[in-house]
Nanobody, 127 residues
Framework: QVQLVESGGGSVQAGGSLKLSCAFS???????MAWFRQAPGKEREGVAA????????YYGGSVEGRFTISHSSTKNTLYLQMNSLKPEDTGMYYC?????????????????????WGQGTQVTVSS
């Protein structure tokens, strides 16, 4: 059983930066990896996704230009660099991985299936 563990969350003032990490407990075959977030009382939102082994990345409209997703195969770790943070970025951030490669559609869409999920790390941005 592969486990995903997020870290790097915390509290920061608007305009600040944070870098989140998602460590895989062991190597596993993945097709897409992604970050999602959820604020209290709101639906889960796709933040960023990356096609494993390729340069293709995908971003939600509210974070494009401020966030950057990356992956290190040697460290078995997924990252999310967050700059120019805003109060509306506050929420629980989860990393996820598609290990089947059989799902279609946009990797941040509601119909895209991810098979592995982390427990989440809290990000709080104060105004």
């Amino acid at each position: 059983q592969v486990q995903l563990v997020e870290s790097g969350g915390g509290s920061v003032q608007a305009g600040g930066s944070l870098k989140l990490s998602c460590a895989f407990s062991q190597s596993t075959n993945t097709y897409y990896m992604a970050w999602f977030r959820q604020a209290p009382g709101k639906e889960r939102e796709g933040v960023a996704a990356i096609r494993t082994g390729f340069a293709a990345t995908y971003y939600g409209g509210s974070v494009e230009g401020r966030f950057t997703i990356s992956h290190s195969s040697t460290k078995n770790t997924l990252y999310l660099q967050m700059n120019s943070l805003k109060p509306e970025d506050t929420g629980m951030y989860y990393c996820a991985a598609d290990t089947e490669g059989l799902d279609g559609g946009h990797p941040l869409g509601t119909t895209f299936v991810y098979h592995l999920w982390g427990q989440g790390t809290q990000v709080t941005v104060s105004s």
